[in-house]
């Protein structure tokens, strides 16, 4: 009797290795280290506050978000009219706007000095102009995230009520039920743990966040983080920070984790038949159209609207192509390495081994660790390396191993490669057993199989899998400022650094260039993710 191979194992266990490892040397780091004055006085001061920007920022944005994300997923889940198919990948096109380039854009819009309030006051209507909301604070962070990250809802909403079989509703309004009795007792009860899932990534995304709470004056624990590092240079305060904020972070993973399970639980009943559409009426069929037109201009057209003013009538940033050659360098490397490292621990769930489906589970960690976490954690790790090999060399070992490009590369993967994980699963379990047993039958090697019957059924999943992963390394933040190297900045680093320096005509270039380089790759990964036969 032959065991299994080891290798999908294995990879299963790299991954899980490298989500695993940043976060083990935060936790280690901040448990051994001296506790310093700066962190006596934070506690004392600001920490509070962070806590509680924390949790308003993320309150408001996992309910904005899910508003928006169930309305526009439940109208074109259920009901029919003109350009519903163009609606269904295009709602999930502002995931591809980074949550800092859309505070840029409704920060300028929305202050005194914009374009909003300047008309009204100067036609003699200040009243007018004093009831526009300047996007600002913790609530306006909160609006930034809702209309940029409701997506993560929006999708997974309107998978679910398309998965609801037509027998519930039919049901229900049998027995006298009107349609709001049916939409609150029966379809939105069953839909709970989906949503709560989507909710949960909102939170995730919203807790990890660096650009837009700084920009918009609403510090959370992230912003603590960076500062810590940055500003007082403790590496060991900013880690004592990192494991606070991955524990919000975690529970936020936690809920996901719980409600998705549940979700697969409950629409297994729906799998049989799907709902049935509404045609509307040309007045209803309007309001549809508005609902699903109204977040694509909030968290795209308007903010990007702005800075394209802005990048066309003030002076041309400089170092916007070295950065757009190293961001496109490092996205595409992680992209790849991500993919791989994916199939490898889709695999091993595959494979059957109970090793390798926990290590590839635990690897799932890693996107909840926010990337100001994993830097740290890389910078401990990197910093522990450089000092093993230091000794081992007997002086300075020649190569420095932090502050690089695979510091870097590293700290991306131990987040993202999670990402690479779930598609990767999905494509594989489109290859059943069957098709190897016949190819086994006639002789085909293991290799031969995976080239020849798995890899024309996977390419796809796996393609996706790399352009989440590309979109997500060209957003990313914090980690870039803490371990690029120096002298060395990509377009998220100097969209920020002119922000900051309250230069946003020249942060509006940068700024739209990641969003170009990112529509295209959302556009396909949205198209693909939202395709289904028409019924």
Same mark, same amino acid.
């Given at each position: 009797?032959?065991?299994?191979?080891?290798?999908?194992?294995?990879?299963?266990?790299?991954?899980?290795?490298?989500?695993?490892?940043?976060?083990?040397?935060?936790?280690?780091?901040?448990?051994?280290?001296?506790?310093?004055?700066?962190?006596?006085?934070?506690?004392?001061?600001?920490?509070?506050?962070?806590?509680?920007?924390? @949790?308003?920022?993320?309150?408001?944005?996992?309910?904005?978000?899910?508003?928006?994300?169930?309305?526009?997923?439940?109208?074109?889940?259920?009901?029919?009219?003109?350009?519903?198919?163009?609606?269904?990948?295009?709602?999930?096109?502002?995931? /591809?706007?980074?949550?800092?380039?859309?505070?840029?854009?409704?920060?300028?819009?929305?202050?005194?000095?914009?374009?909003?309030?300047?008309?009204?006051?100067?036609?003699?209507?200040?009243?007018?102009?004093?009831?526009?909301?300047?996007?600002?604070?913790?609530?306006?962070?909160?609006?930034?995230?809702?209309?940029?990250?409701?997506?993560?809802?929006?999708?997974?909403?309107?998978?679910?009520?398309?998965?609801?079989?037509?027998?519930?509703?039919?049901?229900?309004?049998?027995?006298?039920?009107?349609?709001?009795?049916?939409?609150?007792?029966?379809?939105?009860?069953?839909?709970?743990?989906?949503?709560?899932?989507?909710?949960?990534?909102?939170?995730?995304?919203?807790?990890?966040?660096?650009?837009?709470?700084?920009? @918009?004056?609403?510090?959370?624990?992230?912003?603590?983080?960076?500062?810590?590092?940055?500003?007082?240079?403790?590496?060991?305060?900013?880690?004592?920070?990192?494991?606070?904020?991955?524990?919000?972070?975690?529970? /936020?993973?936690?809920?996901?984790?719980?409600?998705?399970?549940?979700?697969?639980?409950?629409?297994?009943?729906?799998?049989?038949?799907?709902?049935?559409?509404?045609?509307?009426?040309?007045?209803?069929?309007?309001?549809?159209?508005?609902?699903?037109?109204?977040?694509?201009?909030?968290?795209?057209?308007?903010?990007?609207?702005?800075?394209?003013?802005?990048?066309?009538?003030?002076?041309?940033?400089?170092?916007?192509?070295?950065?757009?050659?190293?961001?496109?360098?490092?996205?595409?490397?992680?992209?790849?390495?991500?993919?791989?490292?994916?199939?490898?621990?889709?695999?091993?769930?595959?494979?059957?081994?109970?090793?390798?489906?926990?290590?590839?589970?635990?690897?799932?960690?890693?996107?909840?660790?926010?990337? /100001?976490?994993?830097?740290?954690?890389?910078?401990?790790?990197?910093?522990?390396?450089?000092?093993?090999?230091?000794?081992?060399?007997?002086?300075?070992?020649?190569?420095?191993?932090?502050?690089?490009?695979?510091?870097?590369?590293?700290?991306?993967?131990?987040?993202?490669?999670?990402?690479?994980?779930?598609?990767?699963?999905?494509?594989?379990?489109?290859?059943?057993?069957?098709?190897?047993?016949?190819?086994?039958?006639?002789?085909?090697?293991?290799?031969?199989?995976?080239?020849?019957?798995?890899?024309?059924?996977?390419?796809?999943?796996?393609?996706?899998?790399?352009?989440?992963?590309?979109?997500?390394?060209?957003?990313?933040?914090?980690?870039?400022?803490?371990?690029?190297?120096?002298?060395?900045?990509?377009?998220?680093?100097?969209?920020?650094?002119?922000?900051?320096?309250?230069?946003?005509?020249?942060?509006?270039?940068?700024?739209?260039?990641?969003?170009?380089?990112?529509?295209?790759?959302?556009?396909?990964?949205?198209?693909?993710?939202?395709?289904?036969?028409?019924?």
């Amino acid at each position: 009797m032959t065991g299994r191979r080891p290798g999908p194992a294995l990879f299963g266990g790299l991954a899980a290795l490298i989500a695993a490892g940043p976060i083990l040397a935060v936790a280690w780091i901040a448990a051994s280290a001296p506790w310093s004055d700066y962190l006596l006085h934070l506690a004392t001061s600001r920490l509070t506050g962070y806590i509680v920007n924390t @949790l308003s920022v993320t309150g408001t944005a996992m309910a904005l978000a899910g508003i928006i994300g169930v309305s526009a997923g439940w109208v074109l889940a259920k009901l029919e009219f003109p350009g519903r198919r163009l609606f269904e990948w295009a709602l999930a096109l502002p995931l /591809a706007v980074p949550a800092y380039v859309a505070a840029y854009g409704w920060l300028d819009l929305t202050q005194a000095s914009g374009p909003l309030q300047t008309p009204l006051r100067e036609a003699g209507m200040g009243w007018l102009s004093d009831l526009i909301p300047v996007v600002r604070g913790p609530l306006g962070a909160g609006f930034v995230f809702a209309v940029v990250l409701y997506p993560y809802v929006y999708l997974i909403a309107r998978q679910a009520f398309s998965d609801q079989p037509p027998a519930l509703q039919q049901a229900a309004q049998t027995l006298g039920a009107s349609r709001w009795q049916v939409l609150h007792r029966v379809t939105l009860p069953l839909v709970r743990p989906a949503l709560m899932a989507g909710l949960a990534l909102v939170a995730m995304e919203s807790i990890a966040d660096f650009g837009a709470v700084a920009h @918009l004056g609403a510090p959370t624990l992230t912003v603590g983080v960076v500062r810590a590092w940055a500003g007082a240079g403790s590496v060991a305060d900013a880690a004592r920070l990192a494991v606070l904020l991955a524990f919000f972070a975690y529970l /936020a993973f936690a809920l996901e984790r719980q409600n998705r399970s549940r979700a697969r639980f409950g629409q297994t009943a729906g799998r049989a038949a799907k709902s049935v559409r509404h045609n509307l009426p040309r007045g209803q069929a309007a309001l549809a159209i508005l609902i699903c037109t109204v977040p694509i201009l909030l968290g795209l057209v308007l903010p990007l609207g702005r800075l394209l003013y802005l990048a066309l009538t003030e002076p041309v940033a400089r170092g916007v192509s070295g950065a757009l050659i190293n961001s496109l360098g490092l996205a595409a490397i992680t992209a790849l390495l991500a993919a791989g490292l994916g199939l490898g621990a889709a695999y091993a769930i595959r494979s059957g081994s109970s090793f390798g489906r926990f290590s590839a589970r635990l690897a799932s960690l890693g996107y909840a660790a926010p990337g /100001a976490v994993a830097a740290v954690g890389a910078l401990v790790l990197f910093a522990g390396l450089q000092s093993l090999l230091d000794t081992l060399w007997g002086g300075p070992f020649p190569i420095l191993l932090s502050a690089t490009a695979g510091a870097l590369v590293f700290a991306y993967l131990s987040r993202f490669a999670a990402v690479a994980i779930a598609p990767s699963e999905s494509a594989l379990m489109r290859v059943g057993p069957g098709l190897d047993e016949a190819a086994k039958t006639l002789g085909a090697s293991r290799r031969r199989i995976v080239r020849e019957v798995h890899w024309p059924l996977i390419f796809t999943g796996i393609g996706i899998a790399g352009l989440m992963v590309f979109v997500e390394v060209m957003k990313e933040l914090p980690a870039t400022m803490i371990l690029r190297p120096f002298n060395t900045d990509t377009l998220a680093v100097i969209a920020y650094n002119y922000a900051a320096d309250e230069r946003l005509g020249q942060a509006a270039l940068p700024s739209l260039v990641i969003v170009l380089a990112c529509i295209p790759a959302m556009i396909l990964a949205a198209r693909t993710l939202t395709w289904d036969k028409p019924r």
